[in-house]
């Protein structure tokens, strides 16, 4: 395994360090994280277990320290695959990610040991998927917003935030009688995700994956599934908690789903329930601009906001472009489309594992 080398710190200065199995460290990794202002879900450690257990990826979560105290920390992980190159990413299957440190020396150290990580692992390219602008200078991708919005403790100040058209669909969904329940498995939300993505062309990532989420982050991963009157599964969601935000992050729907609004039920009575948890922000997640996520978002009265993914490029001279938005994927997603829900259940960890 490829380590983050250090030279013997002075008193009192900074050092890196690379997050294994001390707990003593781990601790103190998500004590960090849970109160540095600028950190995310993404910068959990947790998400080490699941991209080493699951994906099998090389993980390196690197850490500052000064006298056993951590003063910023940068997760990364090494895809490496024939088809999609070979990359270091903080971090893959994350929206969010990229250096988050308590002063400029703690991110400096941590970005030059990922340069030099970068360059021993020999990869194409380096990316950080910032929500702030770090680096002017790289390429940055501007392919992608994220939606956030504040919640109100009152459930009918929230649907009195929601615009009149999106509260119609709302209302409607309600008037179905539609209810939500919560899964202690991924079992029903599987089936709804795979079948939805399927229908879009796109390989769906594994079971075992979600299984995955809810053991390593317990109560802070949750999934709502939205059910017709008669118990029929329509529409499920998979979220994220972090401090006081709600982050919604996998979803998948059944074809019957537009006719009850079960996509729209769905997220009211997630943003209810998220009100009854003391959750302030509901974090809507990342959308390709142009695209119908984009626009759903917009229509519940939640304004884009740029994130900034940025780039540096060692094998490569432009930014890799691994989404369905860039055309020599339009045969495969066709091709997938066509596939038996089966087989493609049984393909696809084998590719959108390289994804990231």
């Given at each position: 395994?490829?380590?983050?080398?250090?030279?013997?710190?002075?008193?009192?200065?900074?050092?890196?360090?690379?997050?294994?199995?001390?707990?003593?460290?781990?601790?103190?990794?998500?004590?960090?994280?849970t109160?540095?202002?600028?950190?995310?879900?993404?910068?959990?450690?947790?998400?080490?277990?699941?991209?080493?257990?699951?994906?099998?990826?090389r993980?390196?979560?690197?850490?500052?320290?000064?006298?056993?105290?951590?003063?910023?920390?940068?997760?990364?992980?090494?895809?490496?695959?024939?088809?999609?190159?070979?990359?270091?990413?903080?971090?893959?299957?994350?929206?969010?990610?990229?250096?988050?440190?308590?002063?400029?020396?703690?991110?400096?150290?941590l970005?030059?040991?990922?340069?030099?990580?970068a360059?021993?692992?020999?990869?194409?390219?380096?990316?950080?998927?910032?929500?702030?602008?770090?680096?002017?200078?790289?390429?940055?991708?501007?392919?992608?917003?994220?939606?956030?919005?504040?919640?109100?403790?009152?459930?009918?100040?929230?649907?009195?935030?929601?615009?009149?058209?999106?509260?119609?669909?709302?209302?409607?969904?309600?008037?179905?009688?539609?209810?939500?329940e919560?899964?202690?498995?991924?079992d029903?939300?599987?089936?709804?995700?795979?079948?939805?993505?399927?229908?879009?062309?796109?390989?769906?990532?594994?079971?075992?994956?979600?299984?995955?989420?809810?053991?390593?982050?317990?109560?802070?991963?949750?999934?709502?599934?939205?059910?017709?009157?008669?118990?029929?599964?329509?529409?499920?969601?998979?979220?994220?908690?972090?401090?006081?935000?709600?982050?919604?992050?996998?979803?998948?729907?059944?074809?019957?789903?537009?006719?009850?609004?079960?996509?729209?039920?769905?997220?009211?009575?997630?943003?209810?329930?998220?009100?009854?948890?003391?959750?302030?922000?509901?974090?809507?997640g990342?959308s390709?601009?142009?695209?119908?996520?984009?626009?759903?978002?917009?229509?519940?009265?939640?304004?884009?906001?740029?994130?900034?993914?940025?780039?540096?490029?060692?094998?490569?001279?432009?930014?890799?472009?691994?989404?369905?938005?860039?055309?020599?994927?339009?045969?495969?997603?066709?091709?997938?489309r066509?596939?038996?829900?089966?087989?493609?259940?049984?393909?696809?960890?084998?590719?959108?594992?390289?994804?990231?």
């Amino acid at each position: 395994m490829t380590k983050v080398n250090s030279v013997l710190p002075l008193p009192h200065a900074l050092s890196i360090g690379q997050l294994e199995n001390d707990s003593d460290v781990v601790a103190k990794w998500e004590a960090y994280v849970t109160a540095a202002p600028n950190a995310t879900f993404f910068h959990r450690a947790g998400w080490q277990n699941i991209l080493q257990r699951v994906f099998g990826h090389r993980t390196f979560f690197l850490y500052a320290m000064r006298q056993g105290v951590i003063e910023g920390v940068l997760p990364l992980a090494q895809i490496k695959s024939r088809l999609f190159g070979n990359s270091l990413t903080s971090l893959p299957f994350a929206v969010y990610g990229g250096v988050v440190a308590d002063n400029d020396a703690a991110a400096a150290m941590l970005e030059n040991a990922a340069e030099k990580l970068a360059l021993e692992l020999g990869v194409a390219h380096l990316e950080y998927r910032n929500l702030h602008a770090h680096h002017t200078d790289w390429p940055t991708q501007d392919l992608y917003v994220t939606f956030r919005k504040e919640i109100f403790a009152e459930e009918e100040a929230n649907m009195l935030a929601i615009p009149r058209k999106q509260r119609a669909m709302v209302r409607k969904g309600i008037n179905y009688q539609l209810r939500a329940e919560f899964d202690s498995t991924a079992d029903r939300f599987f089936s709804l995700f795979a079948d939805n993505v399927h229908r879009h062309g796109t390989p769906a990532l594994p079971k075992k994956y979600f299984q995955a989420l809810l053991n390593e982050f317990g109560k802070d991963c949750e999934i709502l599934t939205v059910v017709s009157p008669d118990g029929n599964p329509l529409s499920s969601v998979l979220s994220f908690y972090f401090r006081d935000e709600i982050l919604p992050y996998y979803a998948g729907d059944a074809i019957a789903a537009r006719d009850f609004a079960a996509n729209d039920f769905k997220y009211w009575a997630l943003m209810c329930h998220a009100a009854k948890r003391g959750i302030k922000v509901f974090d809507y997640g990342r959308s390709k601009v142009g695209t119908g996520p984009y626009s759903f978002k917009k229509n519940w009265g939640f304004e884009p906001q740029p994130l900034y993914y940025e780039y540096r490029l060692y094998q490569r001279e432009s930014i890799p472009q691994n989404n369905p938005n860039n055309p020599k994927y339009k045969l495969m997603i066709n091709l997938w489309r066509r596939l038996p829900l089966p087989v493609a259940n049984f393909l696809g960890p084998f590719i959108v594992r390289n994804l990231g």
